[in-house]
């Protein structure tokens, strides 16, 4: 468990720093476009299609670290019925988002294989469109991966999302984190 856990940190890391470097990219290039329109009377070419590739790295890393923080979605109408066999349930839970993301991910592969295999290109900037492919492909394996870990050592799970905002109907203290 505790390489586990490790290993958790580390991928977390390694999430956020893509996110991060992603987001730059995407302001940046977004920025400089308005900036040179401004200054220059005409925008920077490609700059929109460079922040919309930024934005998908952000929008499928941002699933993974949502899945990180226990703040995903997740269905709460069976938790009444289910609270006998909360560890079981949530295994089950955990291994069946794990299968969900994993088939994504399957998806999200073969879509990219057959981009590459088309050589098909983005219409503006005329870069090839499978590495941007592959990270909806990462985003999803890395959930998966994150899920089936959770799965296997439950108590690696983030606190759920419930627990970080202040109940109101039974007065709890707001958990800051």
Not at 25 to 43: H, P, Q, T, Y
């Amino acid at each position: 468990m505790k390489s586990a856990k490790k290993f958790l940190h580390y991928l977390r890391i390694f999430e956020q720093s893509m996110c991060f470097i992603a987001f730059l990219v995407m302001a940046g290039a977004l920025m400089g476009d308005v900036l040179k329109r401004e200054f220059a009377g005409s925008g920077w070419f490609g700059a929109p299609q460079v922040g919309v590739v930024g934005m998908i790295i952000v929008s499928y890393m941002g699933i993974s670290l949502a899945s990180a923080s226990g703040s995903h979605f997740r269905p709460k109408f069976a938790d009444p019925l289910l609270s006998r066999w909360n560890d079981t349930a949530n295994r089950i839970g955990e291994f069946g988002f794990a299968l969900f993301c994993y088939f994504m991910a399957y998806i999200a592969f073969q879509v990219a294989l057959e981009s590459y295999e088309l050589e098909d290109v983005s219409a503006v900037l005329r870069w090839p469109i499978w590495p941007i492919q592959g990270v909806i492909m990462m985003g999803f394996c890395l959930v998966a991966i994150r899920h089936t870990i959770y799965g296997v050592f439950i108590d690696l799970r983030p606190e759920d999302a419930k627990n970080i905002v202040d109940d109101s109907k039974t007065n709890k203290p707001v958990n800051t984190i």
